[in-house]
């Protein structure tokens, strides 16, 4: 078996649940049509199943490798970015005026979540390539745009993002690397970053890393770090490629999972970079490329879900094992009762996670022109990343069980899904630190984009109850206690609400695919495989917000109760 792009999940999304059409409608993508989309969404999809799919198995066993100072790449990568890059697809959200497609994010999100499931090694490396791309179009001079865009763009150059340091961790603020003025506006890079994901490879013709440094006059902490363009090759003034510049791959760090994708320590010697931005604003300007890395992070959760309940899907049709509950002959394992409700699990949550995903990208294409759509996609973000990787892990963990004994052996592919997705929940932002943005800065403005989120599923549910009243009724009753949940964690002091954030956040994403799933139903008018899958998440899934919300009344106060000799026992 092996992986098929669900097209037609992104097409019925599109058409009703997410409000897609508004974004065709608006001026910034009035260029784009229904059927442009469609046709984009059917190449990404034969792309993703019939050449990048393949790879994913070869990937993981045949990891990438550092070879006398040189990352050597798993069997058929290149080949396949090669045509990742000839299909634009690298710069499929990049402006027209640098030589990228200027599609909506959402559609990128789309095409980001084929990838992923396709072979989420891979797919790291245009994922990367987009936010740099991001990052300079918004904050670098004309004079780096021009050097750097056009190649980034078409996949001649990659692009990387270099943040983390050895001991600083999550604490951007703690890093050491030094910048220092060159006096010809060029400055000198030293120190060394870790996990930098596809840091180098055997095939493009320069990396561009975007690093992160003190100047000797910097502040400490967040304030006084500046980003820095640092590339391996230095190009020339006409853009041809010059000297190799001063920086190495020390080493490839040895992961659980994502073994085809080369993640690197780098040393930086005096290297030469440019500023990106201004000095002393270089979180203000990663932060362009990390927050759409967060919405690509929580698809590469999808991918790995949707792919991992295909795999299962196929294994409990096929596998026979004991007699059939239902008294269907030859029947395979799926006819048994909890296999069966664990692939409705997979299915319903992978659903809820995509469509998370792209209603955060609906709300950020609407944003460029619509500040309450700005404010709402700025709220999805954290949930989207955290709710969507988590769900890739836990669909993954569950598909292994599906094969049961089978699941546990290399060979069947199962576990590379679960080894595969577990780190993203870790990176572009841990889960726990998402949940405390959402409660934190996502909640400064007394909670008006939230609370309209909640109107929105309530006004949708109440119109709901003349076709479904049942699961009309369920679902408005969530948003409700969602309600009192959210304006309980407005009175919290910030650390209690820390204490609260990650069960507040699955509550949150519980109630928004109750939401979904009913649109879902209505959709399809009230009989079918949706909304059989909807009346299974409604009765079984969604109530599960009630037990988290009982959370939110607690606060830290509990937790902090348990001193560290307690947790000794």
């Known amino acids: 078996m092996t992986y098929r792009a ?22 910034s993508f009035s260029d784009v049509d229904q059927d442009t989309v469609l046709a984009i969404l059917e190449e990404a999809g034969k792309l993703a199943s019939d050449v990048i799919a393949p790879l994913d198995r070869g990937g993981d066993l045949n990891p990438a490798q550092l070879v006398d100072g040189v990352v050597k790449t798993s069997p058929g990568f290149a080949d396949a970015l090669g045509q990742v890059a000839e299909g634009g697809w690298i710069g499929m959200l990049a402006s027209p005026d640098n030589g990228g497609m200027g599609l909506p994010l959402t559609v990128g999100t ?64 703690a890093l050491r690397t030094k910048a220092e003025r060159n006096g010809d506006g060029s400055y000198s890079i030293t120190g060394q970053k870790i996990f930098i994901t596809w840091g180098d490879n055997d095939f493009s013709e320069n990396v561009c890393h975007l690093v992160l440094a003190r100047l000797p006059d910097g502040a400490p902490g967040t304030k006084g770090i500046s980003l820095f363009m640092v590339p391996k090759v230095i190009p020339n003034e006409d853009g041809s490629l010059g000297e ?36 002393h604003q270089g979180m203000k300007c990663m932060f362009t490329m990390m927050n759409n890395a967060r ?26 094992q004991g007699k059939s509950p239902l008294g269907n002959e030859g029947a395979g394992i799926i006819d048994h009762a909890d296999v069966r409700r664990m692939l409705a699990t997979m299915r319903a949550d992978t659903f809820v996670a995509r469509s998370i995903a792209l209603a955060c990208g609906v709300a950020l294409d609407l944003g460029r022109t619509v500040p309450e759509q700005q404010a709402r996609g700025a709220f999805l973000i954290p949930i989207a990343k955290a709710f969507s990787t988590d769900i890739g892990h836990e669909v993954a963990q569950t598909g292994v069980q599906v094969h049961g004994g089978m699941g546990y052996i290399e060979e069947t592919g199962a576990a590379q899904y679960a080894r595969d997705a577990r780190i993203t929940s870790i990176y572009e932002g841990t889960n726990g630190i998402q949940a405390m943005d959402l409660v934190g800065r996502k909640l400064m403005d007394g909670g008006e984009a939230a609370f309209a989120l909640l109107d929105e599923i309530e006004t949708f549910a109440e119109a709901a109850r003349a076709i479904l009243p049942k699961r009309a009724i369920a679902v408005w009753n969530s948003a409700e206690t969602l309600r009192e949940g959210l304006e309980t964690v407005l009175t919290l002091p910030m650390n209690d609400r820390f204490g609260v954030a990650v069960p507040f956040l699955r509550a949150f994403a519980r109630v928004l695919g109750g939401y979904f799933h009913l649109k879902a139903a ?47 026992v």
Request: with cysteine; charged share 20%; proline share 4%.
């Open 6 to 27: 669900p097209v037609s999940d992104y097409q019925f999304i599109f058409d009703h649940i997410v409000d897609f059409s508004a974004v065709l409608n608006s001026e």
């Open 110 to 173: 789309a095409v980001n979540d084929m990838m992923s499931g396709a072979c989420l090694a891979l797919s790291l490396y245009p994922l990367m390539c987009q936010g740099q791309i991001e990052a300079l179009e918004h904050h670098a001079s004309d004079d780096l745009k021009a050097v750097y865009l056009p190649k980034l763009v078409s996949g001649e150059w990659c692009g990387t993002m270099n943040l983390t340091e050895p001991g600083a961790g999550s604490d951007v603020g």
């Open 244 to 279: 190799k510049n001063s920086l190495h791959v020390v080493s490839l760090e040895h992961k659980l999972g994502i073994h085809g994708s080369p993640t690197c320590v780098m040393e930086y010697d005096g290297a030469k970079g440019w500023l990106v931005g201004e000095e």
């Open 295 to 320: 919405l690509g992070v929580g698809v590469q959760g999808v991918g790995i879900a949707e792919a991992a309940t295909q795999k299962a899907l196929a294994y409990a049709q096929d596998r026979v």
């Open 522 to 568: 209505i959709a399809e008018g009230g009989d079918g495989p949706r909304s059989r899958l909807a009346a299974f998440y409604i009765k079984r899934m969604l109530p599960e917000h009630r037990a988290l919300l009982a959370q939110v009344r607690l606060g830290a106060q509990d937790i902090y109760a348990l001193s560290p000799e307690d947790l000794t």
